[in-house]
């Protein structure tokens, strides 16, 4: 199993649509979680830290699921410019390192 | 202030030419990274460096050679590179290794001819 699991979509959706991903990963000790969102040839840009059950920013909601290894970013009302790949981040098994899972594109449409 | 600054954005270099790819950060993190990430590909570690040490090294060939001046600068020296090595290079930093998010500069955009 990879260390951090990513489905690569892509997901097409249309504006205002509520949208979730989800991000398994195996290391049971990890207390730290990332997502980054990443637009098409720029360098990725952190969306929200996790680091207990959840987090929330308006329309963008973390929650982590300890028990079955995964978290998920839900995005509601979901805008045009919402359009980006969106990659998942957690320690790896050492406990010390950045290791990105493969990412999931989104693309919201008019 | 999250900046992390690289240069340059972009370099073209031959397979015989020497370069060096340049990271600076002033927020205090003592952390750094290099990444390469292909075209749709996720980032993949290259090294680590913490408090000026090189920490990690994900079996880079050496053609690749990291240095880590201070806290505030790393530099990745290209020698001998291959056509596959063209790529886009991140540096990232962080507070503390792999305990925090990490911040990301523009990368510079490799092209080896």
């Known amino acids: 199993r990879k260390e951090v699991e990513q489905d690569p979509g892509p997901f097409n959706v249309p504006e205002g649509a509520t949208v979730a991903f989800n991000c398994t990963y195996s290391n049971s000790a990890s207390q730290s979680f990332f997502w980054y969102r990443q637009d098409c040839r720029k360098e990725p840009k952190l969306l929200m830290s996790v680091y207990s059950s959840g987090n929330e920013d308006g329309r963008f909601t973390a929650q982590l699921n300890r028990a079955s290894q995964y978290i998920s970013l839900l995005i509601r009302d979901s805008k045009l410019s919402d359009s980006a790949t969106y990659l998942c981040?957690?320690?790896?098994?050492?406990?010390?390192?950045?290791?990105f899972g493969g990412g999931t594109r989104l693309m919201v449409k008019p | 202030d999250t900046e992390v600054t690289q240069t340059p954005k972009h370099l073209v270099m031959g397979m015989t030419n020497k370069k060096s790819l340049k990271c600076e950060q002033h927020m205090g993190h003592r952390a750094m990274y290099w990444y390469k990430q292909k075209a749709k590909k996720p980032p993949e570690l290259m090294f680590v460096y913490s408090y000026e040490k090189l920490s990690i090294n994900e079996s880079v060939p050496s053609r690749f050679s990291p240095e880590c001046p201070n806290s505030s600068l790393l530099n990745l020296h290209l020698h001998a590179l291959q056509p596959e090595d063209s790529a886009l290079y991140l540096c990232?930093?962080?507070?503390?290794?792999?305990?925090?998010?990490?911040?990301f500069g523009q990368g510079t955009r490799l092209t080896v001819v």
């Open positions: 981040v957690v320690p790896d098994n050492a406990g010390n390192m950045l290791t």
């Open positions: 990232a930093s962080s507070q503390v290794f792999g305990r925090t998010e990490a911040f």
